[in-house]
């Protein structure tokens, strides 16, 4: 683990800060401070200022409109943005950039690359991610969704689950059963599919939180065209894998960053109810302080692994699962804190539906921590579940026996 920075980190991390200077309102308080429209004009515009100073995908060759910057000067860039509580895109952009976006620019061809990349800079396509089913979400090699090739076609028909923000999206990208005769983890394709079309339905999902971020999606006889597969065809589960490898880097550096900003609201919250001379209260924020602490360490270890080049393997489980079941235990003390008021909202919900409120948020209000706890439930589901990050860690980590499985599925179920 390296703890530290480089001199020349240290001074590319000046000249994101004199960016953020220059181009933010002179009180700004984070995004968090923003209400309803407000913040969503926010983002928007946000968006054109970083596509203007190809900060938008900041990694991206800057022959397809990037910023041709290394991966530690994107993980400086990510950290002072997550500090000062402004996003690295929009809406959906961690799907359209970070993900399929970097895919395409590994696997895809000359032609797909010319046809996709730019309209995903431009916002004219939004993408989404289509991977977990009803009967294949902690086991992503089940699915069952099949693609058959018709002419130059393909006609997908099934289902896809817990569609992070697919209700805002056009584009979707798709991890389809193209060879129901082969071995669990073969047989499937990768397809980018157009939303807006006959035969795709999107529904959405109502959480616990009362949002709608996740959704299902429903495919009958769905089209895509036969050149939009990434990588070959029945060879899309290490496209699949190659993509999901690209999320690690920037969250191990910027998850840590979040829970510091939401532990010192948590402070907040205890003074402004006089609850931080509470000596019970004092031990639990204190436990909260060493465990953030702690997370910050974790995230180094993956970062710095992350920043050799070597992508993080198993033991990446380790920060899920460390820091998603933290977050439901900090959240129920700030319902302790709160007492009877948590009954009753007053002030916004959090931002977002993920992880913590943004910065800026008022931390004295119980609509924050009333959204961020009833959220905080879903982080040991999305990402892969407490019970699977346990397995894996279990099983690949420590080198535990492992489960019996057997080599079925549900695509063994689907009429052919």
């Known amino acids: 683990m390296q703890p530290t920075y480089t001199a020349e980190a240290d001074d590319y991390r000046i000249t994101i800060q004199s960016f953020l200077t220059e181009h933010l309102p002179a009180d700004w308080q984070g995004i968090g401070a923003l209400d309803g429209e407000a913040s969503l004009e926010f983002i928007r515009s946000w968006r054109e200022v970083l596509r203007d100073n190809q900060l938008l995908a900041a990694t991206w060759p800057k022959e397809f409109g990037g910023g041709g910057l290394t991966q530690l000067e994107a993980v400086i860039m990510a950290e002072e943005f997550e500090k000062a509580g402004v996003p690295t895109g929009g809406s959906n952009d961690a799907f359209s950039i970070q993900m399929v976006g970097n895919t395409i620019i590994q696997w895809g061809t000359d032609e797909q690359k010319r046809e996709f990349l730019p309209k995903i800079i431009s916002g004219e396509h939004i993408w989404c991610q289509g991977y977990s089913e009803p009967n294949a979400g902690s086991d992503l090699g089940n699915l069952g969704c099949r693609a058959e090739l018709d002419g130059d076609e393909w006609r997908i028909n099934g289902q896809k689950i817990w569609t992070s923000a697919g209700h805002l999206a056009d584009h979707i990208f798709v991890l389809t059963r193209t060879d129901p005769d082969a071995p669990k983890h073969r047989g499937i394709s990768f397809l980018l599919v157009e939303m807006d079309q006959p035969g795709v339905e999107v529904r959405p999902i109502k959480m616990i939180s009362g949002d709608s971020e996740f959704n299902e999606v429903f495919f009958t006889d769905a089209k895509c065209p036969k050149e939009n597969v990434i990588g070959e065809v029945n060879g899309g589960w290490a496209v699949a894998m190659t993509l999901l490898g ?171």
């Open 246 to 416: 690209f999320e690690r880097g920037e969250a191990a550096a910027t998850t840590p960053v979040a829970f510091r900003g939401e532990v010192d609201r948590l402070m907040e919250l205890a003074r402004s109810r006089g609850k931080d001379q509470d000596p019970l209260i004092r031990q639990r924020l204190a436990w909260a302080h060493s465990k953030v602490e702690i997370m910050r360490f974790l995230g180094m270890r993956t970062l710095t692994k992350f920043l050799a080049g070597d992508h993080p393997g198993p033991d990446a489980s380790i920060f899920k699962l460390y820091w998603s079941e933290y977050h439901k235990q900090i959240t129920e003390l700030a319902m302790d804190i709160l007492g009877s008021d948590a009954l009753v909202q007053e002030g916004k919900f959090p931002s977002s539906a993920f992880a913590t409120d943004a910065p800026g948020a008022d931390a004295t209000t119980s609509g924050s921590w009333m959204g961020t706890f009833l959220n905080a439930r879903a982080g040991t589901i999305y990402a892969g579940t407490s019970q699977v990050q346990r397995n894996i860690i279990g099983e690949m980590v420590l080198g535990l026996p492992k489960e019996p499985r057997a080599d079925q599925g549900a695509w063994k179920d689907i009429p052919k």
